[in-house]
């Protein structure tokens, strides 16, 4: 009887065997390596996930403090702004001109039909702004009335220069009056 091998395993390997073994000496590397990219992907996608909503939580805390953070800016303005005035007051009294006294002539030199709106002290400038309704006279001439009796006072010695700045026709209340505003200097 004659023998017969069966061979299950027909490959004998004539130079493909180099494929193969360089795949089974790498495929373990090239798993590790996957493995370690998707588990870096997962620490920086973690990562970022923390990241973003730390970033989300203080985004939210910033907008709610914007109205408090303007609300400071507009007082901030405020002070700097009665702080110049109290400079300016300051400066006045210093002066030795008596406020009273600067009200008091100013508020004796009115006529009738002129009162005052508004009174500003900046620096060495006296600026109020009135309102002349038509009386006897007409607006012009109690407003040119109003300022030659302030010259008369002793308002004038302590503003030189008393002088309208502007005036111009307005409507209070349904009546015609004269706006104006006088402006005194040092």
């Known amino acids: 009887m004659k023998k017969i091998d069966i061979n299950l395993y027909p490959y004998t390997g004539n130079g ?26 997962i620490v920086l996608f973690v990562f970022t996930t923390f990241a973003l909503s730390a970033r989300n939580d203080l985004s939210k805390k910033w907008k709610s403090l914007i109205p408090k953070s303007e609300a400071l800016s507009t007082l901030k303005k405020e002070v700097d702004g009665l702080r110049n005035k109290q400079t300016d007051y300051q400066n006045l009294a210093g002066s030795g001109i008596s406020v ?6 100013l508020f004796k030199s009115l006529p009738e039909n002129i009162w005052l709106e508004e009174i500003n002290l900046k620096g060495n400038s006296f600026n109020f702004v009135g309102y002349a309704v038509r009386g006897k006279d ?16 002793k308002f004038a010695g ?6 309208l700045k502007n005036s111009r026709k307005n409507y209070l209340s349904g009546t015609e009056v004269m706006r104006f505003e006088v402006e005194c200097k040092n």
């Open 16 to 41: 493909d065997d180099k494929l193969i073994d360089l795949l089974e000496k790498f495929l373990p590397a090239v798993f590790l390596t996957l493995c370690g990219v998707m588990l870096l992907n």
């Open 100 to 105: 009273s006294q600067i009200l008091a002539d």
């Open 138 to 153: 007409d607006y012009l001439a109690s407003i040119q009335e109003f300022i030659r009796n302030l010259k008369k006072e």
């Open 158 to 163: 302590i503003f030189k220069n008393i002088s």
